[in-house]
C-alpha cells in the first residue's frame, strides 16, 4: 500500500503563493495517479487538480483553473501544488491522493493526512 504525506502549507496573504508537497512512500509511485483535494470547514471535500502517472495528464477544477499547477517528479516520489493568486476562499485542509481515477474522490484508494492552507484576507 502507498502512504502520502502532505506538507507546505500555511498561513498566505491573499494574492500570495504556496507550493504544497505530497510524498510517496515506496518505489511504485509512479503506477498512480495523483490527486488534490481540499475540504473547507462545514463543506464537502472537493476535486481540486489530478496529473496522470507520466505527469502529461493533467485537469483542474474550474475555480483554480490558471492559478494552481499541478506536477509531480517520479524520481523523487513527490507531487506538487503550485497555489498563486491565492484567495480567501482557497482556506482548508489540503489532501492528496492516489489511485486509478481522475476527479472522483472514490477512485482514490490512498490518502494523505492533510495540510492546512489559511488565505487571509
Known amino acids: 500500500q502507498v502512504q502520502l504525506v502532505e506538507s507546505g502549507g500555511g498561513l498566505v496573504q491573499a494574492g500570495g503563493s504556496l507550493r504544497l508537497s505530497c510524498a510517496a512512500s515506496?518505489?511504485?509511485?509512479?503506477?498512480?495517479?495523483v490527486g488534490w483535494f481540499r475540504q473547507a470547514p462545514g463543506e464537502e471535500r472537493e476535486f481540486v487538480a489530478t496529473?496522470?502517472?507520466?505527469?502529461?495528464?493533467?485537469y483542474y477544477a474550474d475555480s483554480v483553473k490558471g492559478r494552481f499547477s499541478i506536477s509531480r517528479d517520479n524520481t523523487e516520489n513527490t507531487v506538487y501544488l503550485q497555489m498563486n493568486s491565492l484567495k480567501p476562499e482557497d482556506t482548508a485542509v489540503y489532501y492528496c491522493?492516489?489511485?486509478?481515477?481522475?476527479?472522483?474522490?472514490?477512485?482514490?484508494?490512498?490518502w494523505g493526512q492533510g495540510t492546512q492552507v489559511t488565505i487571509s484576507s
Open positions: 491522493a492516489a489511485g486509478s481515477g481522475w476527479k472522483a474522490m472514490s477512485s482514490y484508494a490512498y
Open positions: 515506496g518505489h511504485t509511485f509512479s503506477n498512480y495517479n
Open positions: 496529473i496522470n502517472w507520466s505527469g502529461y495528464g493533467k
